[in-house]
């Protein structure tokens, strides 16, 4: 058997392959209530269908001003949970794993949808949006500048993390990812750009990883030792001065030591920077995190089987993230497998009359 088809089992959860939907924002929750609804199910459960052993949601935030978008999904209320729900039944039916992104846009929330023909920029009060809030009142740039947090504002955001991973246990989600990643809440306190605090929340690597492993040690209290949780980071910022590859890996080997079970390796977002985008673009970042014992999952212009093959046969990364190439190519994971010789590859049995 290939790599790519071997399954990886996280504290007693089996994955049957190492194929994985990466987290894509999908800005269709048109009641701009936060509720999954058709789309989610249909997007989601073709995924599921094509083969992919792990399903990730999109970014879901955790309170109502985390969004991304007033069109983004969330987990903020029971409702939104129930709603997910219908998903995760589905995603299990055809044999996947299912896990949620939780998330919290910070200073990058209350932004227009990125969708041709729609405005750019920060959604006024006035058309539905809201106040942000950052590390620092350090606006991204052309975005709204946001609000510094207090103690008190953090320690709900915690709070927040937690409850939003109590309500995905109880809707099926078998493990769950913080999203750390993108120039997002979590990230925005990381990088010494956008973090500029002079407390125990700010300054040196240690205070700027604080909320994260706040946030880590309240959902693994709620989820309990059986479930797993991964972490995305961006571990590069691409810019003199912003959160790097060293820094990253020492976040991560942390993480991992107080429990993390994967980094999922991403770069980017929490500047506005040229980055020098090919194939497999992030995955030595990835390589570089789990060198040093970290379990990693490599995502970032991986798009053919046999390249996807090599990340894992050489040690890159121990699952690989796809995203464009899943919105292209739905059923990626049943190719693969013919291209692989991994017959008869993961097919519902509806399908198999298409089998390659």
Request: hydrophobic content about 40%.
């Amino acid at each position: 058997m290939t790599e790519l088809f071997e399954p990886l089992t996280l504290r007693g959860t089996e994955i049957p392959n190492r194929i994985w939907l990466a987290p894509m924002c999908q800005y269709s929750c048109e009641a701009e209530d936060g509720m999954p609804g058709p789309w989610h199910l249909v997007h989601l459960g073709a995924r599921a269908q094509g083969g992919f052993g792990l399903i990730l949601t999109e970014a879901s935030a955790v309170v109502p001003e985390g969004r991304i978008s007033p069109q983004d999904a969330g987990i903020w209320n029971d409702d939104q949970a129930e709603s997910w729900s219908a998903v995760v039944d589905f995603v299990h039916s055809q044999g996947s794993i299912i896990g949620i992104q939780l998330a919290h846009a910070g200073r990058k929330a209350s932004t227009y949808r990125p969708f041709t023909g729609e405005p750019k920029g920060s959604v006024p009060e006035s058309e539905g949006g809201w106040p942000t809030f950052g590390a620092s009142s350090i606006a991204y740039p052309q975005l709204a500048e946001p609000v510094e947090m207090t103690k008190d504002d953090i320690a709900e955001v915690v709070a927040a993390f937690a409850a939003a991973a109590r309500r995905s246990i109880d809707a099926g989600f078998d493990l769950v990812e913080l999203h750390a990643a993108h120039g997002y809440l979590l990230h925005s306190f990381l990088s010494p750009l956008s973090n500029q605090r002079s407390d125990e929340y700010g300054g040196n690597l240690a205070g700027r990883s604080r909320l994260l492993h706040e946030v880590y040690a309240a959902v693994r209290a709620e989820v309990g030792e059986d479930v797993p949780v991964f972490v995305r980071i961006s571990a590069s910022e691409w810019t003199d001065g912003g959160f790097d590859i060293a820094e990253a890996a020492e976040v991560s080997r942390a993480l991992s030591e107080a429990g993390v079970d994967l980094i999922d390796v991403s770069s980017g977002g929490n500047y506005p920077v040229r980055i020098p985008i090919g194939p497999g673009y992030q995955v030595s970042l990835a390589a570089a995190i789990r060198a040093e014992g970290v379990p990693t999952g490599a995502v970032g212009l991986i798009t053919d089987p046999k390249q996807a093959e090599t990340i894992l046969s050489t040690g890159q990364a121990d699952a690989i993230f796809m995203a464009r190439a899943a919105l292209r190519e739905p059923s990626w994971p049943q190719r693969a497998a013919h291209v692989l010789g991994a017959e008869p590859g993961p097919y519902p049995p509806q399908y198999t009359r298409g089998a390659w």
